[in-house]
């Protein structure tokens, strides 16, 4: 039973957390957060002039701690699945000429097409991921909606995006004054659907993001699908004194969609400052993927890193060092049980010196552990991983997969 105690005239009195035990076991923590307020303020009403400022100061620790936003719960943004479409006299077959908020919750500009899953374009079958309905970008099209956000706070955004016809088609994600160029040439599933993240840091309460086609075609219909756009609320993670690296188990992520087995690509040359993936950048040509344990085999935690593109897909991060003393890089190396079969090679680097490591997958889960002992040369590391090669899944030769990189701990020896 816990207790809180607060001085009076008289006495200090104790309030029972009867409020938080009458609630059912998975009630959220703001309802918990208010009924417990609801049962103090009745219980120490006589107390107003001593109590009020203490409340205020228990709802913002209580917020503070329990990472309380109540501005967005994570997940879709409003009809981010585009279920709820245009009236029927809004389209134009598939094209939406109802002006610019006919699709609800959104605001739309230039060419931009309602499409039904299993709707054909020649000979092109257009699958959508989830539910029903996608939209499709044109020619310099684009969707835009405005988020309650927390100024300050960082945030990832995931969505799922297929290319259709044209071959260099490109995605420019923004947020005031954020933008982001993601190119979507390559496929890394053979569904031609891939989610796809991207971080900001909120600069105001409300954050309005835009998603657009910077390509022009020829045919203003060969233009990305877009289709279940969803937030998460990230928290930048520090490092401890059990690990140098910020993050090393990458349990902190964008958002990953519960009913789907794809995980999450992290785009190439994201920075630190604003990753998807906290406190780590994607220092590479290509895309490497989220993944969670739902979904994959992890080697520790709920989620884990997979460099998908051979050397083309790297991470990195820069950890603090004292120059001259000994250091233990860690991890653990497998596969995350997605059929990707044969001899992988995960290439360690920790400043100037390297540590190949080689592991044997039979595309069922499993993982390796291995260490690279060096000595620092500068006040800052650059700690980076890699691929040596390409591989693709046994039982689909158009998915891009490789090995898993996992539970990373950079520790200093103290007796080398």
Known sequence: MAYLLFPSKSKSFMIRRHAYKAMPPNTSPVLLHFSFLFHFQKASSHHSSVMKPTLMLLSVLFCATFHVS??????????????????????????????????PEWEISGFVEYIKSGQKQGDMLLVVPEGAFAVRLGNEASIKQRINVIKGMYYSITLMVARTCAQEERLNISIAPDFGVIPIQTLYTSS????????????????????????????PACGPLIDSVALRTLYPPRPTNKNILKNGGFEEGPYVFPNTSWGVLIPPNIEDSHSPLPAWMVESLKAVRYIDSAHFSVPQGTRAVELVAGKESAIAQVARTVPGKTYVLSFAVGDASNSCEGSMIVEAYAGKDTLKVPYESKGKGG??????????????????????????????????????????KLLSLRRP
């Open 367 to 408: 993982f390796k552990r291995a260490a690279l002992k060096f000595v620092a040369v500068s006040p800052r590391t650059r700690v980076m991983f890699l691929s040596t090669f390409y591989t693709m899944r046994s039982d689909d030769f158009s998915s891009l997969c490789g090995p898993v990189v996992d539970d990373v």
């Open 70 to 103: 109540f501005s967005f719960i994570d997940g879709l943004v409003a009809n981010g699945n585009f279920e709820l479409g245009p009236k029927p006299w809004a389209l134009n077959g598939s094209v939406v000429t109802g002006g610019s908020h006919a699709i």
């Open 192 to 219: 031609g659907w891939d989610p796809i993240a991207y971080s900001f840091k909120a600069e105001s309460n409300v954050a309005e993001l835009v998603i657009h086609n910077p390509g022009v075609e020829e045919d």
